[in-house]
T-cell receptor, first 114, second 109 residues
Framework: DVKVTQSSRYLVKRTGEKVFLECVQD?????MFWYRQDPGLGLRLIYF???????EKGDIPEGYSVSREKKERFSLILESASTNQTSMYLC?????????????FGPGTRLLVL | QKEVEQNSGPLSVPEGAIASLNCTYS??????FFWYRQYSGKSPELIMF????GDKEDGRFTAQLNKASQYVSLLIRDSQPSDSATYLC?????????FGAGTTVTVRA
């Protein structure tokens, strides 16, 4: 079974803090993704990575950066957290770039920025 | 226009009935279509995928795809209280998935 883990289930941070969210997958997947999920807006793609040290912006990259130094690990960084970044953050991984491959999600990190 | 749109819900069905969920998409080049189920406070889990026009059945779930009309649907037969969740439609127009906002289903005992 594919396993995607995220470093924290719940996180409370203050405005202006730098926040690191970490995601690890154990299936040697090439592609990894970061989404945020908000009520009524669904899942929105922040960044994705198709290989080590490679990244591409998704639909809402502003205020975020990412790092992928190792294949199994994909980190999301909030450079200076703001209250509008309070959300559920979901990491996902997928085996390859073929269109048919599905994504497997981690358990999510619920972030509250005060 | 959103890339993927789902019927807004919430959808309330009695136990044992059929729940019907619809999804339309805008990119005609889309090749792969997925249904995820998400329980409250949990992450999405894949329940069905479909690539070809027609029906695909898996237990109590049937996915239907019509590429000419650009819609995909999910039927849940013999609905159970454990089916109460939000169902996300996802479409794969290129190398990443586009998700609908989800339809919340409540199965009344």
């Amino acid at each position: 079974d594919v396993k995607v883990t995220q470093s924290s289930r719940y996180l409370v941070k203050r405005t202006g803090e730098k926040v690191f969210l970490e995601c690890v997958q154990d299936m040697d997947h090439e592609n990894m993704f970061w989404y945020r999920q908000d009520p009524g807006l669904g899942l929105r793609l922040i960044y994705f990575s198709y290989d080590v040290k490679m990244k591409e912006k998704g639909d809402i990259p502003e205020g975020y950066s990412v790092s992928r130094e190792k294949k199994e690990r994909f980190s999301l960084i909030l450079e200076s957290a703001s209250t509008n970044q309070t959300s559920m953050y979901l990491c996902a991984s997928r085996d390859s770039g073929r269109a048919g491959e599905t994504q497997y999600f981690g358990p999510g990190t619920r972030l509250l920025v005060l | 226009q959103k890339e993927v749109e789902q019927n807004s819900g919430p959808l309330s069905v009695p136990e044992g009935a059929i729940a019907s969920l619809n999804c339309t998409y805008s990119d005609r080049g889309s090749q792969s279509f997925f249904w995820y189920r998400q329980y409250s406070g949990k992450s999405p889990e894949l329940i069905m995928f479909i690539y070809s026009n027609g029906d695909k059945e898996d237990g109590r779930f049937t996915a239907q795809l019509n590429k000419a009309s650009q819609y995909v649907s999910l039927l849940i037969r013999d609905s159970q209280p454990s089916d109460s969740a939000t169902y996300l439609c996802a479409v794969n127009p290129d190398y990443k998935l586009s998700f609908g906002a989800g339809t919340t289903v409540t199965v009344r005992a």
